[in-house]
């Protein structure tokens, strides 16, 4: 079936420092990939996405590439902010024309000036 | 102003009771879906709605119903209850699926329920 794992958190670092959080996913063809936030107390957003292999999301110094040789979509930013802190959560959309989304368990990022 | 709201936000309520979390989006979204968030679980989808009329189960449908008689609307129906459904719960609306569920989706703000 299809599924999304994410890095165990929480991660905490320093403001300005470089992030990673990992997401691997398990799905036939050619899923489409998400990056979504939650800011304390709100709903979530989408931050990112991919739709096909290679293909690079990008927004607010945010990047994830898709990458379907090791089935991952790795969360980047080359340095956080105290305002980056929230949950993350990866996400798929199986191919085709469905209307599912598989979540990830979600990352907390805490930043510390 | 474009937005996905959930009535009501906060419910205490007792096993067995009936209720009923509305959901109503104003960007005239073809598609809405209701998720779960549990801690160490992520969100999980409950049932989503391609139109009006159209509804299919998502990952974790037991014990819950929806209703699609117009494309505003999409409530979520626990007919019976159980202190496992304790949850924050959040519907999302998107336009349509023509290009696949990539269109970002807007969510509601969250209904956090506890059943006793």
Known sequence: GNSVTQMEGPVTLSEEAFLT????YTATGYPSLFWYVQYPGEGLQLLLKATKADDKGSNKGFEATYRKETTSFHLE???????D???????LTPSGNTGKLIFGQGTTLQVKP | EAQVTQNPRYLITVTGKKLTVTCSQNMNHEYMSWYRQDPGLGLRQIYYSMNVEVTDKGDVPEGYKVSRKEKRNFPLILESPSPNQTSLYFCASTPDLSGGLTDTQYFGPGTRLTVL
């Open chain 1, 21 to 24: 959080i990992n997401c691997t």
């Open chain 1, 77 to 83: 930013k080359g340095s956080v902010q105290v305002s």
């Open chain 1, 85 to 91: 802190s929230a949950v993350y959560f990866c996400a």
